[in-house]
T-cell receptor, first 110, second 114 residues
């Protein structure tokens, strides 16, 4: 089955700096790659997603890039704010099967 | 804004007891998922429903776990008997379309087995 690895496990940045989280996946048939943000005591919330026929997608301060050849994808957050502090999960999906990474705890220091 | 509702938010139970969790998906969402999230890890799929039918329960420990969605709307996940290793967050999610597509998560039920 699909295996998703996520790095780093923790990330601390200064407010205003950029943050990058990277994920790799094992199955080249994966075709959908969402990113979720989970705040303390809440369920994960989708922040951006990308499909395998697209190389990059941007939504305001958030962008995701996908390299199908290398089987990795990344989340980029620019101009970070304290409210961006949370745990971020990547996932890779083949049809019904979606596997999550272990998560990255992002801390944005004011 | 429509949300996935789950109850209870927290549950403490003794090992060997039975426990049940309830989920009400966003209205109109035909696909419903139950995930288990162990502290410090990503969610893992337990079972997926399309309307009232089970699409995938390959990761559901069927000797103790059961799930149903009788009328294709709300769903119940049961554990009997509970074991210490079942302590985790149980998340319900729903989507309008079958995967791969955006899934909307509820706030989860935090289960502690003592």
């Amino acid at each position: 089955g699909e295996n998703v690895e996520q790095h780093p496990s923790t990330l601390s940045v200064q407010e205003g700096d950029s943050a990058v989280i990277k994920c790799t996946y094992s199955d080249s048939a994966s075709n959908y790659f969402p990113w979720y943000k989970q705040e303390l005591g809440k369920g994960p919330q989708l922040i951006i997603d990308i499909r395998s026929n697209v190389g990059e997608k941007k939504d305001q301060r958030i962008a995701v890039t996908l390299n199908k050849t290398a089987k990795h994808f990344s989340l980029h957050i620019t101009e970070t704010q304290p409210e961006d502090s949370a745990v971020y999960f990547c996932a890779a999906s083949i049809d019904n099967d979606m596997r999550f990474g272990a998560g990255t705890r992002l801390t944005v220091k004011p | 804004e429509a949300e996935v509702a789950q109850s209870p938010r927290y549950k403490i139970t003794e090992k060997s007891q039975a426990v049940a969790f309830w989920c009400d998906p966003i209205s109109g969402h035909a696909t419903l998922y139950w995930y288990r999230q162990i502290l410090g890890q990503g969610p893992e799929l337990l079972v997926q429903f399309q309307d009232e039918s089970v699409v995938d329960d390959s990761q559901l420990p069927k000797d103790r776990f059961s799930a149903e969605r009788l009328k294709g709307v709300d769903s119940t996940l049961k554990i009997q008997p509970a074991e210490l290793g079942d302590s985790a967050m149980y998340l319900c999610a729903s989507s309008l379309l079958p995967p791969p597509t955006e899934a909307f998560f509820g706030q989860g039920t935090r289960l502690t087995v003592v």
